[in-house]
């Protein structure tokens, strides 16, 4: 006994499928307030997810292998156009138990004695022509096979759900799957509904041909099944992409990233112009400059380290001044290393020297400039 009507009672299924999350989350919500956005914890729901899935692809598995959509065209190995008469009797000869046709069977034979309804058996389905007593128009039939295809990409929208719910580190992954899952909707229907189909006559075939028409609700079927089988797999079994944490958070971090380095660029600068203020410290600075200096020019003159240079594509020319002249000139502080700096630009450099010389006039672009020169010692008295 149908609940509302026999035209509304199979869309109940698919109605309660669409209801339901809503209604669960509407009711998380009035239970628990919403959490601050952290780190995917290491997928403590991966394990039941598995067992869901590994439950969602046996169900397709069985429906490709044992449940396929009947076609008694594809099954007796017919012609769509074949008569009345000769169904019947390869029916009953592949049938030997029975001697007579079902009652539905019968009904069917009496449907596709019509043109039209063996082209709506191409596209909407042998199902949909035995079970439609209403349909009488091409709509008719295509309201009829809505609601369980639509059930179908449900359940399957809901396994993409569950498979990129918060906590499995694939949450990224749900727009893209069901952005998939509405296009495949949209051209499957699309194209059930005006693909053109063309029965040709009697008279000119009476062998099946399995080129001739394409059973396309059959083929349509087919790829749906495949395509559910395969994306909650893919998303599944794929590694999960790196954490990307909210802007919010990102914005907050860089700030106080940006001001540390704003202090530290001033104190930088500051701690530089005193440094060649105090006797003690200048002389400090200086030694610690030779030192630098005399270790850089021994590890630039080496043979081993110049070779493995070359190789890398960071080769090295040794300055003018060499070892032994790098300490005297370094005594004399920042002034002697410009113009050290300024009589080496017309040698010929190497990678090296190249890429820290552009690193150097790119930091004077941006406003960084070199400390002034020191005072003479007659006027550092105080």
Same mark, same amino acid.
């Given at each position: 006994m149908p609940l509302l009507s026999a035209s509304l009672d199979q869309w109940l299924p698919t109605i309660c499928s669409l209801l339901l999350p809503f209604i669960v989350r509407f009711l998380f919500k009035l239970r628990s307030k919403k959490k601050q956005s952290s780190p995917p914890a290491p997928a403590p729901l991966r394990t039941p997810i598995s067992i869901l899935l590994a439950l969602y692809t046996l169900y397709h598995l069985f429906n490709i292998l044992f449940a396929r959509p009947p076609n008694l065209f594809t099954s007796l190995q017919l012609p769509l156009n074949a008569p009345q008469s000769v169904?019947?009797? %390869?029916? #009953?000869?592949?049938?030997?138990?029975? !001697?007579? $046709?079902?009652p539905?069977?019968?009904?069917l034979l %009496?449907? #596709?004695?019509?043109?039209?309804?063996? !082209?709506? $058996?191409?596209?909407f389905g042998q199902r949909a022509v035995q079970t439609c007593t209403h349909c009488t128009s091409e709509t008719d039939y295509a309201l009829h096979v809505l609601a369980p295809t639509?059930?179908?990409?449900?359940?399957a929208a809901t396994m993409l759900g569950l498979v990129t719910i918060h906590g499995t580190a694939r949450e990224s992954r749900r727009g893209l799957s069901i952005m998939l899952l509405i296009f495949s909707a949209l051209a499957e229907a699309y194209w059930a509904y005006t693909v053109p189909i063309m029965i040709p006559s009697r008279q000119k075939h009476h062998q099946f041909n399995g080129?001739?028409?394409i059973m396309w609700h059959d083929v349509l079927w087919s790829l749906r099944q495949a395509l559910f089988l395969a994306l909650p797999l893919t998303i599944h079994l794929l590694p999960a992409p790196p954490y990307t944490p909210p802007l919010r958070t990102t914005l907050a971090a860089f700030s106080r990233?940006?001001?540390?380095?704003?202090?530290?660029?001033?104190?930088?600068?500051?701690?530089?112009t005193g440094i060649q203020r105090a006797p003690e410290l200048r002389t400090r600075a200086a030694e610690f400059w030779a030192r630098d200096r005399?270790?850089?020019d021994a590890i630039r003159l080496d043979s081993d380290v110049r070779a493995v240079a070359e190789r890398e594509g960071l080769g090295i020319t040794p300055g003018g001044g060499g070892v032994g002249g790098g300490a005297a000139k370094t005594q004399s502080g920042s002034q002697d290393h410009v113009e050290s700096t300024q009589d080496r630009t017309s040698e010929v450099e190497g990678a090296l020297h190249k890429a820290a010389r552009g690193a150097v006039v790119s930091l004077k672009e941006a406003g960084l400039k070199p400390p002034p020169p020191p005072p003479d010692a007659g006027t550092v008295s105080k």
């Amino acid at each position: 006994m149908p609940l509302l009507s026999a035209s509304l009672d199979q869309w109940l299924p698919t109605i309660c499928s669409l209801l339901l999350p809503f209604i669960v989350r509407f009711l998380f919500k009035l239970r628990s307030k919403k959490k601050q956005s952290s780190p995917p914890a290491p997928a403590p729901l991966r394990t039941p997810i598995s067992i869901l899935l590994a439950l969602y692809t046996l169900y397709h598995l069985f429906n490709i292998l044992f449940a396929r959509p009947p076609n008694l065209f594809t099954s007796l190995q017919l012609p769509l156009n074949a008569p009345q008469s000769v169904i019947r009797a %390869a029916f #009953l000869r592949n049938d030997s138990d029975n !001697t007579a $046709l079902p009652p539905a069977f019968e009904k069917l034979l %009496a449907r #596709l004695a019509s043109v039209d309804a063996r !082209t709506m $058996l191409v596209r909407f389905g042998q199902r949909a022509v035995q079970t439609c007593t209403h349909c009488t128009s091409e709509t008719d039939y295509a309201l009829h096979v809505l609601a369980p295809t639509l059930l179908s990409y449900t359940l399957a929208a809901t396994m993409l759900g569950l498979v990129t719910i918060h906590g499995t580190a694939r949450e990224s992954r749900r727009g893209l799957s069901i952005m998939l899952l509405i296009f495949s909707a949209l051209a499957e229907a699309y194209w059930a509904y005006t693909v053109p189909i063309m029965i040709p006559s009697r008279q000119k075939h009476h062998q099946f041909n399995g080129n001739e028409i394409i059973m396309w609700h059959d083929v349509l079927w087919s790829l749906r099944q495949a395509l559910f089988l395969a994306l909650p797999l893919t998303i599944h079994l794929l590694p999960a992409p790196p954490y990307t944490p909210p802007l919010r958070t990102t914005l907050a971090a860089f700030s106080r990233t940006s001001d540390s380095i704003v202090a530290r660029t001033h104190l930088l600068r500051l701690s530089s112009t005193g440094i060649q203020r105090a006797p003690e410290l200048r002389t400090r600075a200086a030694e610690f400059w030779a030192r630098d200096r005399k270790l850089g020019d021994a590890i630039r003159l080496d043979s081993d380290v110049r070779a493995v240079a070359e190789r890398e594509g960071l080769g090295i020319t040794p300055g003018g001044g060499g070892v032994g002249g790098g300490a005297a000139k370094t005594q004399s502080g920042s002034q002697d290393h410009v113009e050290s700096t300024q009589d080496r630009t017309s040698e010929v450099e190497g990678a090296l020297h190249k890429a820290a010389r552009g690193a150097v006039v790119s930091l004077k672009e941006a406003g960084l400039k070199p400390p002034p020169p020191p005072p003479d010692a007659g006027t550092v008295s105080k």
